[in-house]
């Protein structure tokens, strides 16, 4: 991450609270982008533009901007001229999106496009589910609930679901052979507010 603040520990919360950098991943096609990298690794801007439907243009502005608030870096020894290689960069593990209360006030409006963009995602990869699971139910698993919960304890919660993610979770690199990229989504919202 480029001169910004310190990165945290490899499982410690890193709270999105820079408006820039949740601005970066407010942006359909850079989220598009980041997920290509993560499950397909490293790739050029040409090679995202044709899987997106995108220009080369329009592809390199986007990456640009993905690689000016480092969630992702050039592979140096892979580009070559014009053509540059791109990859994941390191980033924390448990990235979080700040509360409302923990942005300035014109910078709100950022995290409500952030997560209208996520939850879109979300209903996209809820809406492949019934394939999902009748093609192989070993790798689509689903589970909703109801809880009684306080508050501290939906936090506890929330933060052991995390942990128990991290745990089970591997990185590209250290994943063993017969291990698959697989979306994981939890949330929780009142149940008895209409």
């Known amino acids: 991450m480029k001169d910004e603040e310190p990165r945290p520990e490899a499982d410690e919360p890193f709270i999105l609270?820079?408006?820039g950098r949740l601005k970066a991943l407010a942006h359909p096609m850079r989220r598009r982008m980041l997920t290509h990298l993560n499950i397909h690794g490293p790739a050029t801007s040409t090679t995202?533009?044709?899987?997106?439907?995108?220009?080369?243009?329009?592809?390199s502005y986007h990456l640009r901007?993905?690689?000016?608030?480092?969630?992702?870096?050039?592979i140096?020894?892979?580009s070559s001229g014009r053509e540059r290689w791109w990859r994941r960069a390191p980033t924390p593990r448990d990235m979080r999106?700040?509360?409302?209360?923990?942005?300035?006030?014109e910078d709100r409006a950022v995290l409500a496009e952030f997560h209208r963009i996520g939850f879109e995602e979300d209903r996209a990869l809820m809406e492949r589910f019934p394939a999902a699971y009748r093609a192989d139910p070993d790798w689509a698993k689903g589970s909703r609930g109801l809880a009684r919960l306080t508050k501290e304890e939906l936090t506890e919660f929330y933060d052991e679901y995390i942990a128990l993610l991290l745990k089970y979770s591997h990185t590209a690199e250290?994943?063993?052979?017969?291990?698959?990229?697989?979306?994981?989504?939890?949330?929780?919202?009142p149940a008895d507010e209409p």
């Open 76 to 78: 140096p020894e892979r």
């Open 97 to 105: 999106a700040p509360t409302p209360d923990q942005l300035a006030p």
């Open 174 to 189: 250290d994943a063993p052979p017969d291990a698959r990229p697989v979306y994981v989504r939890f949330f929780t919202l």
């Open 17 to 19: 609270n820079d408006p």
């Open 65 to 74: 901007q993905l690689e000016k608030y480092g969630f992702i870096e050039e």
């Open 48 to 59: 995202l533009g044709e899987l997106l439907g995108a220009k080369t243009g329009t592809t």
